[in-house]
RNA sequence: UGGGGCGUGGUGCAACGGCAGCACAUCAGCCUUUGGAGCUGAGUAUCUUGGUUCGAAUCCAGGCGCCCCAGCCA
């Protein structure tokens, strides 16, 4: 299988059943499942995917959004797809179409089951009258700032609001006349009756209801009322018959309101269960950050390969497999962790090693002369496709007098435990013969070097050597004739810092080097020609790339992936 | 000085009263026509104090540390 094939959402790179139950993660969620399946609390499983649609989904949201489809396919139980979409300022379609492509590139299906907030606000609405019937719910005429004030604080109870007490009849006037847009913004609530002294704030008399005259993407002028998230996500889950609702820690407290809503309503009551969310570290995950990235022109866009959004692991080179596999790497839990970035890199390599073709790329090209092969001959080297995977193939690479090799593989004089060339040196060029060295030229202005010599062995075509003799280095080359130049863009981690999500001053802890764009690139022939935006190759001894969109006929754009694990980077970096 | 939650190698995740294991990272070696991949090995951990028990990472009590909550955001 080739990494350039159309996906197969649930294989894995062996071919494994993405959701095997050999090794098949187990966690206090799905043991949990297990459990409410035994004892029959419930008699299925349906969870649900809530993404509010006012940003574009990051790597954080797929640990969610693969939870939430993992844990119904394993019970074979169904997922609902619902926008939480109950704040019209801040939300709208174009969201929801990228989050929608995202997760399912992600490989999540709900299949026809998409759903919205909104389709329910007339039943939610009818269920908040059924709650001001029952005493339970009031219309708070305070503003905004007296009903922070008489919340209280962590340490002092609340005090109620005057219009706690108001009759049914008036509270329920008031709550229609709310919703028919006869009130300006921020004049009145409806407001749950609970407790104004419970040491849990969200207790305290929390707002259902507020007014909003603003435009729903979804349901235009009709409302001028719409729900809090309190109000409406549990609501939502039990209309929808929703078994389990996971969630991130954060809404552990308001587990107890989840519940209460519910049981005030007397209506089906699904589970809430809170895990953590994921950090990474190097990455940034909060959405308002991320927008102030774009915002400030640190980064080009969303999709921007720096960044861990699912467009910019896209865009990057980053494969769904390679996410989802990482995911599962992370584990469930409830402890507040930061996974390395080391760990999501590892993924990526395991992941394009098995499928990436191999190709040969010269990034920073140096001139090797062969003095001793004959002018003008062309030869075609025999080069393997893919040696983790043989049914790959073979091309052919045309070689010849002058051959671009990377500046890092010619040292003049060579540090301790350097194989490659250097004067005197043997080396290997990958697929086509050994070279020894023999001199070098200089540019006579800067005293660089501009030029290597070296002579072949002409009975050692294809890289053997027929009299056994083994050389310690192989390295790649491009032949100059036949080199196709391309633009390269290195990325390096965005941030200075391991968690730059703790912060407030994004602006410091930028790295300034975080886009290294190299223009004087040379690739194979082959490459050239086959190579689509988003195709990816193995660079021989580089890295993985992928193509970029930015590329234009006859001018491709490679970005680069993730490298190389490098040991020589680390024996160089020991040395100083 | 309220309430809720969480503490296991460097980073994560297991072990559910019985030899603390796995992955990534690190280090060493083998192998190699990618200094890649693969293979072998090594080092490093149960926050703390006390209790229960033949036996505690696990159960109990206290302490310490970290995270979340005072939006008409989700």
Redesign the pocket.
């Known amino acids: 299988m080739d990494v350039n094939d159309p996906p197969k959402p649930f294989d894995s790179p062996q071919g494994r059943p993405f959701d095997d139950t050999q090794g098949k993660p ?3 969620i799905r ?1 949990a499942v297990a459990e409410d399946l035994r004892t029959g609390r419930f008699k299925y499983v349906r969870t649900r995917l ?1 993404p ?1 649609p006012n940003g574009y989904l990051h790597i954080g949201h797929a640990k969610a959004f693969l939870i939430d489809y993992l844990v119904a396919k394993e019970f074979g139980g169904q997922l609902n797809l619902r926008f ?1 979409d ?2 019209p300022t ?1 939300e709208e379609t174009e969201y929801v179409n990228a989050i929608k492509e995202d997760a399912h590139w992600l490989g999540i299906d709900w299949g026809d089951r998409e759903f919205y907030a909104s389709d329910y606000f007339d039943e939610l609405y009818e269920w908040a009258t059924l709650l001001v019937k029952k005493g339970k719910a009031y219309v708070d005429d ?3 700032e007296e ?2 004030k008489s ?1 209280g ?3 002092e109870p609340g005090v109620e609001s005057p219009f706690r007490d108001r009759p049914v009849a008036e509270n329920l006037d008031l709550l229609e006349r709310m919703k028919n847009g006869e009130f300006p ?2 004049s ?2 409806l407001r749950a009756k609970l407790d104004m002294a419970d ?4 207790m305290r008399d ?2 259902m209801y ?2 909003l005259h603003a435009t729903h993407h979804r349901t235009g002028e009709k409302w001028c009322i ?1 729900p ?2 309190d109000w409406s ?1 549990g609501q939502n889950d039990s209309m929808e018959g929703i078994t389990h609702s996971l969630c991130s ?6 587990r107890p309101l989840y519940e209460w809503f519910l049981d005030e309503l007397g209506v089906f009551k699904p589970r809430q269960i809170e895990f ?1 969310r994921l950090n990474l570290t190097y990455a940034m995950m909060s959405k308002r950050k991320l927008r102030k990235l774009v915002k400030m022109g640190i980064v080009k866009g969303w999709d921007d390969p720096r960044l861990t959004t699912l467009r910019g692991l896209r865009r990057r080179g980053v494969t769904p497999e390679a996410v989802r596999d990482f995911i599962a ?12 970035m ?2 999501l890199e ?1 993924c990526i ?2 992941d394009l ?1 098995k499928r990436s073709p ?1 190709r040969m790329a010269v990034l920073r090209p140096l001139k090797l002369v062969i003095d001793n092969y004959p002018d003008g001959q062309v030869e075609e080297m025999n080069a393997v496709n ?3 995977d043989p049914p790959a193939g073979t091309r052919k690479v045309p070689f010849s007098k002058v051959v671009y090799i990377e500046q890092d593989d010619f040292r003049e004089t060579p540090p301790p ?4 060339l250097y004067p005197g040196n043997e080396v ?1 060029l ?2 086509a013969y050994l070279v020894k060295c023999t001199g070098l030229i200089r540019d006579p202005v800067t005293g660089a070097v501009s030029e290597v010599h070296c002579t072949y062995d002409p009975a050692t075509r ?3 050597a027929p009299d056994g003799r083994k050389v310690k ?3 790649h080359w491009v032949s100059a004739q036949h080199a196709v130049k391309t633009e390269v863009r290195f990325y390096d981690r965005l941030f200075t810092v391991e968690r730059p999500d703790e912060g407030e001053n994004v602006n410091e802890i930028i790295n300034p080097h975080s886009l290294e764009v190299l223009t004087d690139c040379s690739i194979e022939p082959s490459l050239a020609e086959e190579a689509k935006p988003g195709d990816k190759f ?1 660079f ?2 580089i890295g993985y790339f992928c193509v970029d969109p930015d590329s234009a006929p006859g001018k491709l754009v490679f970005n680069r992936t993730v490298t ?5 980077a ?2 160089e970096k ?1 040395q100083g």
């Open positions: 187990s966690d206090f043991e809530p509010e939480d109950t704040n801040k305070q503003s905004a009903v922070s919340r604080t962590l340490t913004e921020g009145r609530v040491p849990n704030m969200v929390p707002v507020r007014i719409y809090m998230y996500h820690l954060e809404y552990e407290i308001h953590a790497k992370v584990g469930v839990a409830k402890t507040d962790s930061w996974i390395d080391a760990l590892a390599r395991d090693n191999r893919n040696p983790e435990k350097y194989f490659r290997r990958r697929y294809g890289g053997d280095s192989t390295i193995q021989e001894r190389l694990r490098d040991t020589w680390k024996i020991k």
